[in-house]
T-cell receptor, first 112, second 113 residues
Framework: QKEVEQNSGPLSVPEGAIASLNCTYS??????FFWYRQYSGKSPELIMS????GDKEDGRFTAQLNKASQYVSLLIRDSQPSDSATYLC????????????FGAGTRLTVKP | DGGITQSPKYLFRKEGQNVTLSCEQN?????MYWYRQDPGQGLRLIYY???????QKGDIAEGYSVSREKKESFPLTVTSAQKNPTAFYLC????????????FGSGTQLSVL
């Protein structure tokens, strides 16, 4: 079992729809969770971070964390073609601050 | 502007050759990291350094070496022992550790001739 699992996609949504990206992790003691966006051939950039159960909203983005289910998600409202990218889920273990594990990423395409 | 600079953008390695990827940051960050990304895969940690003159192996350190002689610089050498070096290499930094945001460089694409 991979430590951080994401559906590789591609996930395709029409412009203006809600895109839902999901991530599960295996280490129950994980404490910090991040979503990065990566355009093709570019480096990742942080979209959201979340540390406690529940929802965290930032503009069109909402991160959701459920530690009991070991599940973290990212919702993108009013999806735009510029949101088309690969979204990487990253999970940081509590036992080692430098042990950040990345999922393989979900490729999102927003069609005009 | 503050940031992380990686060079070169593209690098080609001949059989049996060692090559060095440069990473420089002017963010005054203590921690620096090297990740490898293969197509369709997530980032895998090669090495990280929390302070000058100290670094630790990540999951896939074999065939790689690093140094941290200055806070600003964390070069990665891909040695001839790394038999499958073709990948996208990303350098990152954070203020103290990875409970915080990672700042990434623009990456180096390494290919084998």
């Amino acid at each position: 079992q991979k430590e951080v699992e994401q559906n590789s996609g591609p996930l395709s949504v029409p412009e203006g729809a809600i895109a839902s990206l999901n991530c599960t992790y295996s280490d129950r003691v994980s404490q910090s969770f991040f979503w990065y966006r990566q355009y093709s051939g570019k480096s990742p950039e942080l979209i959201m971070s979340i540390y406690s159960n529940g929802d965290k909203e930032d503009g069109r983005f909402t991160a959701q964390l459920n530690k009991a289910s070991q599940y973290v998600s990212l919702l993108i409202r009013d999806s735009q073609p510029s949101d088309s990218a690969t979204y990487l889920c990253a999970v940081n273990k509590a036992t080692n601050n430098n042990d950040m594990r990345f999922g393989a990423g979900t490729r999102l395409t927003v069609k005009p | 502007d503050g940031g992380i600079t990686q060079s070169p953008k593209y690098l080609f390695r001949k059989e049996g050759q060692n090559v060095t990827l440069s990473c420089e940051q002017n963010l005054n960050h203590d921690a620096m990291y090297w990740y490898r990304q293969d197509p369709g895969q997530g980032l895998r940690l090669i090495y990280y350094s929390q302070i000058v003159n100290d670094f630790q192996k990540g999951d896939i350190a074999e065939g790689y070496s690093v140094s941290r002689e200055k806070k600003e610089s964390f070069p990665l050498t891909v040695t001839s022992a790394q038999k499958n070096p073709t990948a996208f290499y990303l350098c990152a930094s954070s203020l103290t550790g990875t409970n915080e945001k990672l700042f990434f460089g623009s990456g180096t694409q390494l290919s084998v001739l």
